[in-house]
């Protein structure tokens, strides 16, 4: 069987692209999951935009299929999310000799992206896909959920959105246009991803506290500036509260030492847009 999704251009290149007023979801750094239910046999399905079977997920068949029973609905383009990263989702459904053993009652997660056999705008599809939400609530399959998102008017918009969102830890958001149809096997300008598009590194040169919206100092680094090869100079934010606090507690352990930060493109006077920390590393040779 071969999955039939629809993808999104990046933000990045295609911006121009978009219509407003637009809605933009969190992305989570998931994995993209086709469920299908076959009504005649009520077998469940779970394809990764590829079309290769998605394993260890047999375990939801009985909601899918209920659902699928009183929506009417049989196809849904979904995230699948286990214990909140990547990583883990990754081994939870590539693993083909079944569970990995630390993963046995980890939570989980679907987020509904769309319904791709539905027609029209949208717009549209986001009062069928909230209904469904709320029925899926109604059978206790609770760990199926609707994207958080709002309302953007232009493009700053999305971008101070998108600060917030790296700055709260998600991978980035997903741009969507209230006209566009569902279109199977196809990149859309509908559907545009904001995400960091390049990495640099450098040297830790300075540490600064993160402070609250109220103005509270948090006793926590909450960005640090980076001196790169080339001279520039960025102040990544999204350091992860525990190292944060170690950061600022112990700042000779981390000044000098090497980082690595992402950015989604330099501006003209050489500058980087939306950096966001992500990782130590080793110092070069």
């Not at 699948?80 to 053993?101: C, H, I, M, Q």
């Not at 029209?120 to 469904?132: K, L, P, S, Y």
């Not at 309302?151 to 959105?161: C, G, I, N, P, T």
Request: proline share 4%; with cysteine.
């Amino acid at each position: 069987m071969t999955a039939s999704l629809m993808k999104g251009h990046t933000w990045k290149k295609r911006k121009h692209k978009m219509t407003y007023p637009a809605w933009v979801e969190i992305k989570h750094d998931e994995i993209r999951c086709h469920v299908i239910v076959n009504p005649q046999n009520w077998a469940v399905d779970y394809l990764s935009y590829a079309g290769k079977p998605l394993h260890n997920l047999s375990e939801f068949d009985a909601k899918w299929v209920e659902l699928a029973q009183i929506s009417g609905l049989y196809e849904f383009d979904c995230g699948f999310e286990a214990n909140g990263t990547y990583n883990d989702s990754y081994r939870w459904v590539r693993s083909s000799k079944g569970l990995p053993d630390d993963l046995i009652g980890k939570p989980t997660k679907f987020l509904l992206f769309d319904l791709p056999t539905l027609d029209g705008r949208f717009e549209e599809r986001m009062g069928v896909r909230h209904n469904v939400a709320v029925l899926a609530l109604g059978i206790d399959f609770d760990n199926l959920y609707q994207p958080a998102g709002s309302w953007a008017h232009e493009h700053d918009s999305v971008d101070a959105m998108f600060t917030v969102a790296r700055e709260r830890g998600f991978e980035g958001l997903m741009v969507k246009s209230l006209d566009h149809t569902y279109e199977r096997g196809k990149r859309t300008d509908g559907w545009l991803k904001v995400k960091p598009e390049d990495d640099a590194d450098g040297i830790i040169t300075e540490i600064h506290e993160a402070i609250s919206e109220d103005g509270t100092p948090l006793g926590r680094a909450g960005s640090v500036t980076i001196k790169v090869e080339d001279g520039s100079e960025a102040s990544p934010h999204g350091i992860a509260h525990e190292l944060g606090r170690d950061m600022w507690e112990n700042k000779e352990k981390y000044l000098n030492q090497w980082a690595e930060f992402r950015y989604m493109e330099r501006d003209r006077q050489g500058g980087y847009r939306h950096p966001v920390f992500h990782r130590l590393r080793e110092a070069k040779a």
